[in-house]
């Protein structure tokens, strides 16, 4: 499980933006839907070994540390990123609020094998009183 911490730092060139956090995406594709292989390590988002046709999911816990309240923008980006399924992708989080957030990989039926990569795009946006 990963844990995210959305700070009040600002980003000059997005307006109400004030952190953005790009998490890798990783997997492996096998045409064998018996062969199965986990990875936890909390450094990306590791899907492991799936199977063509397959659904996988994690958790991530996203926390807003800053002194105002955000909206959270999650995103798929990448090869993978338009499989990428979110539990919720825009929601608000008041200070010291936060969210366990289900995040899943589908790989279609047709998906080439081999690895493969993405990323998941979140993007902390102040919210205007």
Do not use: C
């Not at 844990?3 to 730092?9: D, K």
């Not at 909390?42 to 994690?58: I, K, N, Q």
């Not at 991530?60 to 990428?84: A, C």
């Amino acid at each position: 499980m990963l844990v995210i911490l959305g700070a009040a730092i600002y980003f000059g060139s997005y307006a109400n933006v004030v952190k953005q956090i790009t998490i890798p995406v990783t997997v492996e594709i096998t045409d064998n839907n018996r062969k199965m292989g986990l990875n936890v390590d909390t450094d990306a988002l590791h899907f492991g070994t799936m199977g063509r046709g397959s659904t996988s999911g994690r958790f991530v816990d996203i926390n807003n540390t800053g002194e105002f309240p955000v909206t959270v923008e999650l995103s798929g980006h990448g090869p993978m990123g338009k499989y990428i399924v979110f539990e919720e992708s825009d929601f608000f989080l008041d200070i010291d609020d936060s969210r366990h957030l289900g995040i899943d990989l589908a790989i279609p039926i047709y998906q080439s094998l081999g690895k493969s990569t993405g990323s998941v795009k979140i993007l902390f946006k102040r919210v205007r009183e």
